[in-house]
T-cell receptor, first 114, second 110 residues
Framework: GAGVSQSPRYKVAKRGQDVALRCDPI?????LFWYQQALGQGPEFLTY????????KSGLPSDRFFAERPEGSVSTLKIQRTQQEDSAVYLC????????????FGQGTRLTVV | RKEVEQDPGPFNVPEGATVAFNCTYS??????FFWYRQDCRKEPKLLMS?????NEDGRFTAQLNRASQYISLLIRDSKLSDSATYLCVVNAGSNYQLIWGAGTKLIIKP
């Protein structure tokens, strides 16, 4: 596709449920980022991939969060045993550079944990 | 003190006016600066990068003041479509680790 695609757009999960959020970056983009954005806040860095290598996962809030990009294209962010504080918009961005410059965002997945 | 701080606003501005807002950052080693625009319930979109010498893109002017550690965004001849939240972004020492401000909300009124 022409842009970064994320699915699902909306997800409601019961507390304790596992969820998987998908990101299809722009074809050929080397760098892929996951961000978490709470209401009224700026995006918070979660993790960064360069091709299939996860170079930085320092922003993942807990070991319940796991991200992968096995073939260097599509990425999945998995959250195990969801908690109410996980409710946020999860944004994926990709860039053709080795870094964030000129990165494009997907529309995000709005996760609500009830 | 937050690493990147912005006045949350909202700035209520009449159409056609000029508006400016600043963003302060705490890491003096920061090298990359950006302004992003985010519409309600949409993803952030790059508005402009901020260069040391300052830069202009149509009605938008961005400036960097390293001594005082802030960047600014000036919008001239504001349009209704400029209504959005403007996010300041500063790198945290690497080319991918970025710190985002919470944004300044701008409302342009007819």
């Amino acid at each position: 596709g022409a842009g970064v695609s994320q699915s699902p757009r909306y997800k409601v999960a019961k507390r304790g449920q596992d969820v998987a959020l998908r990101c299809d970056p722009i074809s050929g983009h080397v760098s892929l980022f996951w961000y978490q954005q709470a209401l009224g806040q700026g995006p918070e860095f979660l993790t960064y991939f360069q091709n299939e290598a996860q170079l930085d996962k320092s922003g993942l809030p807990s070991d319940r969060f796991f991200a992968e990009r096995p073939e260097g294209s599509v990425s999945t962010l998995k959250i195990q045993r969801t908690q109410q504080e996980d409710s946020a918009v999860y944004l994926c961005a990709s860039s053709s550079n080795q870094g964030f410059a000129e990165a494009f965002f997907g529309q995000g997945t709005r996760l609500t944990v009830v | 003190r937050k690493e990147v701080e912005q006045d949350p606003g909202p700035f209520n501005v009449p159409e056609g006016a000029t508006v400016a807002f600043n963003c302060t950052y705490s890491n003096s080693a920061s090298q990359s600066f950006f302004w992003y625009r985010q519409d309600c319930r949409k993803e952030p979109k790059l508005l402009m990068s901020v260069y040391s010498s300052g830069n202009e893109d149509g009605r938008f002017t961005a400036q960097l003041n390293r001594a005082s550690q802030y960047i600014s965004l000036l919008i001239r001849d504001s349009k209704l479509s400029d209504s959005a939240t403007y996010l300041c972004v500063v790198n945290a020492g690497s080319n991918y680790q970025l710190i985002w401000g919470a944004g300044t909300k701008l409302i342009i009124k007819p």
